[in-house]
């Protein structure tokens, strides 16, 4: 995939989670807004950035002691390395609540390297130190237990399930504080484009309704709120 | 149901849904707690108002579709218009978290038209900017698709489950930070009441153990409680 | 159990609960984390304490009903009574969500006993007011019917499970903003100890990360990077 | 609508669910079977019938007390004396699985009266009586309390959701082995026309895998299978 | 308690789980029985017996190891050899599907001892053997690990929760086809009573039910149908 | 892996996954048994087998259609036709119980390419003819909907998940009536062996148990219990 355009990547700064749903519904797909996933902080600007994924299955007791991470090669260890700068780390805990997707360390260096953020369908630990960092994360909430508890990481960059929802390499991951929607990359330009025009003229039915105009014919728009709303966008410019 | 009397609705800004939902069993109704419903501001005063129900069943994709919506009697659109004021919505979503309730214009138009407040058992989208409303709202949360994709709306003011407690039209509906209490229109009185004289008791009890008073004696009052409580209030006025 | 030594008690105040988890996976204890159980207020210190424990059964209509608590030996008014200073009062609800533990003077008696603080795998009612209490108290959210409703409070000091979790009478529970731990007591003195020197390693790794350093080598530490810490701890007495 | 016709209610005796739930995601429609509903009985020969629908809200003590079944006119009882001969009684429990739908009393009604069957999400109280029965019933398993612990009929024959599906007055319920389709009624001529010839194909198909077909150009037919296909019904005529 | 009467034993033996929850409904009490607990045999007969009770608490990977089973004085253990003859073993699983219960050979002891029967909220192992005991076996399935990896017994005789219903030690334990209530000991005699005569005027209406009768004035009895039932009984002597 | 050795095989035929699980329970692996995976048929041989993996992910609208099936190289269908015979085709479903994981003709065909097994933690539909092949299937119960409305198939042979144990490709899958465990491939010739030496001294135990025996110095059998049982053995040979 080429790299989210500029325009497209500003614009999906500034759209809601909502109004993406509404976007990809248009085009028949339902199942995109991640089930059990919040936002750690309570920062404004929205998570966008494309996704690196990493699969864990199932801890095995023989497989999954404290030793496993003196390999660097150890797949959670190694998303963290080789998530390209601007990239959303993606992980699959299979909505498992009763152990961390990981700790302060993994999202600083995360952080540090440039990641956009991080979702996981799993909880952190650390959480609240994590809610203070400057790079949205997006969990199952907190939750103290180590990730070898529950979890064998397998794979990067594999097709995985994240909150319910099937996310691919490379879709572009998008949270607010509502959650977050995976948008399939093919869809992203002209997703973005629509989902920007959509909030302008809600904004524009929003102060209607705000200033007392009735559902019928403000929401939705009728051909005559339509052309104020025209009028409205070349006033504003 | 005559309206809600002036001094009712006034004890019922003041008490407690703990309170209430002890009045209420006490007169052998166990299940009125609305579960799983929360509030989304930090406002302080209670929600208070009798209940005008809207009932959805699961959504089916050729009737739910984003056209519906053109028609102004479609019944999610009518309840907002139909709510009379000083009323509270409350909506079955059948406890469904995957999709929204509604979002920040609807509960605008409610709000405008003089809702008492909206109660949902499934989440709403644009959750953050509904948290600011002056108008208070419960709900399952956030989660921002659309309701269309889970939900078919189809009857207003018919008695509904919501929160896993019945909710027949008319019903008291009392929200506080805890949570929201479906009170039977005909108890209304004399739970007000009683709760509000229930309350006055225990804000003495309180400050007596946390003045270091025993519970023996002092919660549930004995006969000395009691009476050291009347002139505690008489002096008070 | 002789009490907790001074120095224990100290270093359990600054630890996390997600390093007292790894310390105790690393000593093949698993499962010490409750599940479902937060806390209510914001405070900062850590809970700390050995546990003073109850346990409940499901209600029964005939036996459990307001008329009870005239009874100042029931369990539930008794456990607060008995709960010695210092120790916490672990509560088993069975997790059940729909009733509260206690309430604002149940705590509040606790409180000016001088308990160290309050964990069940329960809701509590009069959540808002129990958050702005000094003693800390972790439950399972908010829920305003009284405990009658659903349970029966049968026993004092037996072991019980607390949010899937064994606690034994004497167990030292700490909590933090993640949570709630569970030790055994006769691992409280090596796991303290342990975990104090965890967290200032992980300190000093943090640090380093936070600078750039990758995680090979930093994380798990190797020997230039033990090394460098033992320089780094000298350095700062 | 005009009642089924004599050729699409054989069809519809002689197709799977399986089948018919293929023929319906090919229309777009993905939610048409109920979640945790079974057959009680082992017959074969499958449930068919439009559905007549009754719906329950959550209990409530003062209101659901025996004494209302003295009034026949109760929505159960009443449902029970309404559901016109070959129409199948879809009853709305909200899933709930710890009270029964109804018993063995009811059901006999409702089989000497002639109804094609009964379908609900929750469980029926003498389910070994109710399983000999010859009107097929499916449920959610059994469940000894009377639906007055649990619910309060209120509707008859208006939109409901069972099982997680929409039922709308005169959908076509469909029951196998497997459990129960709900086909809306527009569609289930054409459905039960191409499941039938769907399954007469799967059923050549069978025969060419079982014996020793590859699944490539067999599974789905190629052309070279499809004229096989073509040929082998006509030999059968 | 006094032994159970032989009478009330055998009312016990030949009524309907369905219909002690009706008579105990009558009685204010709702909570009797016991979810996702069902019979693994397929005998006729009821369970019925006094209930032994046994106590579950989650298990901790040092106290719960194979040599634990060494100690005679283990409390599973202990409780297969103290249950009395007649009475019913019932054991608190807290509802953990992951773990069994007991298997073949405990539950072979327990019918040499003459136990009634076992009845537990976890599922057992062997199940299929267990299923071909004359001595009947309520339980949440089949499940192969043994109870250490999930349970720590710690109590017998003390009052406990088994599907999410309170059985006290003592109480009478009735199972048939649809699952098992849990009476009160001191309502058995006249619940068994007003059973077995419920069920007799039940026997005489669904005779009425098959040959035609509406359910208005047979279900429930108008006075005209209990003067039949009357004449009816007194046919049969 | 080397092929199972027949001796091995042979063995596992004939022990329980209880006995299996307390054999791995030894050497401290507790989570080896599947949840919620139970078998369709009655046939008492055990399935063996060693595993062939297959992931799936959830559904994405506009990727899983009918027309994927044209493509001989879905994923579904190549793990039909590359299961080596005797292996036993592993399906990570993720526990999702709304969409079947196959069907008739998927199973026919692997029974005909010689495959000892399938395991699923989903459903599958045709289910009742599934439960009459000679084939061995585990699922997790019957539904109608084909995989495509909730899966998209991914990879085989890959490490996944099944009813939340690890599977990987090469672990001797065994199933009894309980329920299907997973043995790490390098422990199976021990487990085998031991497993078989607990379940004769088991039989043994039982019979003694049967006979009268207590269960304090037969079960566990202390030093006499054991050498009457070397008694026995020898007399049988």
Redesign the interface.
């Not at 700790?103 to 993994?106: D, E, H, K, R, Y």
């Given at each position: 995939m080429p790299p989210l355009s500029p325009q497209t990547l500003e614009r999906l700064r500034h759209v809601?989670?909502?109004t993406?749903?509404?976007q990809l519904?248009?085009?028949?797909?339902?199942?995109?807004?991640l089930?059990g996933v919040?936002r750690l902080s309570s920062g404004t600007a929205n998570l966008v950035g494309p996704a690196t994924t990493m699969r864990n299955?199932?801890?095995?007791?023989?497989?999954d002691h404290?030793g496993v991470?003196?390999n660097?090669e150890h797949p959670q260890?190694k998303a963290?390395?080789v998530t390209p700068p601007g990239h959303v780390l993606v992980i699959d805990c299979?909505g498992e609540?009763?152990a961390?997707s990981g700790?302060?360390?993994?999202m600083?260096?995360l952080m540090?390297r440039g990641a956009a953020g991080v979702v996981s369908d799993g909880p952190v630990?650390?959480?609240?130190e994590i809610a203070t960092l400057a790079m949205p994360v997006y969990c199952a909430g907190?939750?103290?237990?180590?990730n070898?508890?529950r979890h064998?990481a397998?794979?990067i960059d594999?097709?995985?399930?994240c909150g319910?929802?099937?996310v691919y390499p490379g879709d572009i991951m998008v949270g607010d504080?509502?959650?977050v929607?995976a948008i399939?990359a093919h869809l992203a330009d002209e997703v973005a484009a629509d989902a920007a025009g959509q909030e302008r003229l809600?904004e524009y039915?929003?102060e209607r309704?705000?200033a007392?105009a009735?559902?019928?014919?403000t929401?939705?728009p009728n051909e005559q709120t339509r052309a104020d709303y025209q009028a409205w966008l070349k006033e504003r410019g």
């Open positions: 809601s989670t909502a993406l749903c509404t519904f248009k085009r028949g797909l339902r199942n995109v807004f089930e919040g299955i199932p801890a095995r007791e023989d497989l404290l991470f003196e660097p260890r963290v390395e299979r609540k009763r961390a700790g302060m360390i993994l600083t260096r540090v630990r650390d959480s609240h907190a939750s103290a237990p180590l070898l508890i064998h397998v794979d594999v097709p995985i399930g319910g929802v099937p504080a509502e959650g929607v399939p809600e039915v929003l309704i705000a007392g009735p559902l019928r014919g929401y939705p």
